[in-house]
């Protein structure tokens, strides 16, 4: 008998951000593999998104929330939880945000937002899947979402290379803790992707564009269906003795 290691029929998922870009494939992905999936979005846009994959036969609901309001937060992380009758499989940390200044320049407020949404807020919803994983003695799968920045320092991004910098040691230091429960933290870290994030550098009259694309062994930027495979890959029984770990997604950009 034929083994699918990756197949995620019946399993209950959340997806932070996934109403548009990386994050909405990662979800379309996971529902393709067969889970169900709750989208966390600040977007209102949200409940048309969910609705749009209901109506194309997958299992997916939308919750609005703002993760930058540790109130709303956790209200929206129970929503969800709830809209998947009460269980939780998977967490994917998807949402982001992003603001460019020159760093001496760089806005504190803009500071404080960046690090808000992509640290505080990711951490938070780790506890709190980690304490549903625990609720519910079961393992669970957390994919947080770095960057090349956890790596590299960027330019006129310093927020924004913090906290992926910050998610990428989250994440390890969560493995540490809750390996041996039987939960699973990892990250994916996206190169270069053509999405709305990097309209400025994807603009070809952009230096920086032709720069990025020569680094690229694959030629080419990434896609949101780029982080299908890897996505359902973590989320799945065939990553259960991976942990910890930092993926990158780059079309090779890191190691040329």
């Given at each position: 008998?034929?083994?699918?290691?990756t197949?995620?029929?019946?399993?209950?998922?959340?997806?932070?951000?996934?109403?548009?870009?990386?994050?909405?494939?990662?979800?379309?992905?996971?529902?393709?593999?067969?889970?169900?999936?709750?989208?966390?979005?600040?977007?209102?846009?949200?409940?048309?998104?969910?609705?749009?994959?209901?109506?194309?036969?997958?299992?997916?609901?939308?919750?609005?929330?703002?993760?930058?309001n540790r109130?709303?937060?956790?209200?929206?992380?129970?929503?969800?939880v709830?809209k998947?009758?009460?269980?939780?499989?998977?967490?994917?940390?998807?949402?982001?945000?992003?603001?460019?200044?020159?760093s001496?320049?760089?806005?504190?407020?803009?500071?404080?937002?960046?690090?808000?949404?992509?640290?505080?807020?990711?951490f938070?919803?780790?506890?709190l899947?980690?304490?549903?994983?625990?609720?519910?003695?079961?393992?669970g799968?957390?994919?947080?979402?770095a960057?090349?920045?956890?790596f590299?320092?960027?330019?006129?991004?310093?927020?924004?290379?913090?906290?992926?910098?910050?998610?990428?040691q989250?994440?390890?230091?969560?493995?540490?803790?809750?390996?041996?429960?039987?939960?699973?933290?990892?990250?994916?870290?996206?190169?270069?992707?053509?999405?709305?994030?990097?309209?400025?550098?994807?603009?070809?009259e952009?230096?920086?564009?032709k720069e990025?694309?020569?680094?690229?062994?694959?030629?080419?930027?990434?896609?949101?269906?780029?982080?299908?495979?890897?996505?359902v890959?973590?989320?799945s029984?065939?990553?259960?003795y991976?942990?910890?770990?930092?993926?990158?997604?780059?079309?090779?950009?890191?190691?040329?």
């Amino acid at each position: 008998m034929t083994r699918n290691f990756t197949d995620l029929t019946g399993k209950k998922a959340i997806v932070t951000g996934g109403a548009q870009g990386l994050c909405r494939g990662m979800a379309e992905g996971l529902m393709e593999a067969g889970a169900q999936v709750c989208i966390i979005d600040v977007n209102p846009a949200v409940t048309q998104v969910a609705e749009a994959f209901a109506e194309r036969g997958f299992g997916c609901f939308g919750v609005v929330a703002d993760l930058g309001n540790r109130d709303r937060l956790e209200a929206g992380f129970a929503r969800a939880v709830e809209k998947l009758g009460g269980r939780l499989d998977i967490m994917v940390n998807g949402a982001g945000v992003q603001r460019r200044h020159k760093s001496e320049e760089f806005p504190y407020e803009d500071w404080e937002f960046v690090l808000n949404i992509n640290l505080n807020a990711v951490f938070r919803l780790c506890q709190l899947a980690g304490r549903q994983f625990m609720d519910q003695q079961s393992k669970g799968k957390i994919i947080n979402i770095a960057s090349m920045l956890s790596f590299f320092g960027g330019y006129t991004v310093p927020a924004y290379a913090a906290s992926k910098g910050g998610v990428a040691q989250l994440t390890k230091a969560l493995c540490n803790e809750w390996a041996g429960k039987g939960i699973n933290v990892n990250a994916l870290a996206p190169g270069y992707m053509d999405t709305e994030m990097n309209k400025a550098l994807t603009d070809p009259e952009n230096p920086r564009f032709k720069e990025i694309t020569d680094r690229i062994p694959a030629g080419v930027w990434g896609t949101a269906e780029d982080m299908k495979g890897p996505c359902v890959f973590l989320a799945s029984e065939a990553s259960d003795y991976l942990n910890g770990a930092i993926i990158p997604v780059d079309g090779g950009y890191l190691v040329k």
